[in-house]
């Protein structure tokens, strides 16, 4: 294998959980740099990409990613953003790799002192990664990230001045959580998110003494909170829209009426697997409108260079279909999922776990075009059950689910 560790790359021969400490130590040093892969099946000394053994495999397989990131989030703030998957080598041979993503919002600081084996952390460290090495940051780099993070600051407050300029002034509040007020020039009525109700204190008309020369905000009658708001008979617009209402609306094939904004939410969220081509269609956006609608999107997430990654390779999430023998059980469950969508038998379809509901998600990522929108009213109706029973509690059949719902929604609705 003629490559080596380096700032974006780490060699792992084999994966054991005993040793995720020192994995979650070099994921952070990733997360402060340009982001990085760990490999899992590479030998040391010479480089021979040798595949996980058996045992390996079975435990990278079945990693608990909620584990992971519960994990994680007690070690480092703010989160790590990451992907894990198999890679096929030749012979049969299967290595496995973790993707970290390069935070957003840097630094990614140690929340509390750890130690286990070689992987010692320090409450305060900021980790970085020098070359083939995840070490303590040194005073350039760290001053870079400061400076950088200081820039994102003064955007954002340039961009807080842009909206308040092209709303005007009479026509924008501002609103102050550290001081819980609310302050505008006119009293105009604003409507806000079920989240930040109790987060917001408001004085009622009558029940302040107004001081002289500060404007006040007068809230007249009562707050009604709203996520959802219904246009007709069935139109509706959500006024906090988030990554899961994408794929929620997409499942259910609501008759949204913001499209445009569904589609800037998959391009600014957490993930790059969220179906776009449903909302394309609804914003009668050609290929190539979408293109240059995703790309003119300000945002550093790494979802929109995925989103767009996908866009212009045509990739339609189709993977092949699971071989028909296997010594993985996993592999033989899925196989039996996709021979029951294959032979159009879904009203017999069930999942005793929650390890089922993920390897039929995975089957669905198998079948022809011509399949999936022959079957297409009854696949929505499952995952979407599979949505409302397990898309909170397992991070493997939330990735699972995003990914079928790209692969269903290329095949209905990507322009041919």
Known sequence: MNTRESSTKEFKENFTWGSIGLYARTMAAFANARGGYIFFGITDNPRIAVGLTDRAKSDFDNLDQAKLTEGLNELYSPEIHWEIGLVELPLGRVAGAIYTFESDDKPVVVRKSYQQQNAKLVEGDILYRYNSRSERIKFPELKRLLDDAKLREQRAMMSHIEALVRAGAANAAILDFSA??????????????????????????????????????????????????????????????????????????????????????????????????????????????????????ATRSPAKKKLLERLTSGDDMRMSAPPASSQYPSTVQRRAYYDQLSNGQLDGVSFATVSDAQYFLDAIKSLEDELIQANVDKLLVLMKTIFDEHYSSSAKVADALRRASCRVDSAMFAEM
């Open 180 to 297: 819980n007020t609310l302050q505008g020039p006119a009293g105009q009525k604003v409507m806000i998110d079920d989240g930040l109700i109790n987060q917001i204190s408001f004085i009622k008309e009558g029940e302040f003494d107004e001081v002289a020369g500060a404007p006040t905000l007068k809230l007249v009658g009562e707050l009604q909170p709203a996520t959802t708001i219904t246009l007709g008979a069935d139109r509706i617009v959500r006024s906090a829209l988030s990554s899961d209402d994408v794929l929620s609306d997409f499942l259910e094939r609501g008759n949204v009426s913001n499209p445009e904004q569904y589609i800037r939410q998959a391009a600014t969220g957490t993930t790059g697997f969220l179906p776009i081509q449903f909302y394309r269609a609804l914003a009668q956006m050609s290929h190539e409108n979408l293109l240059q609608f995703v790309t003119e999107i």
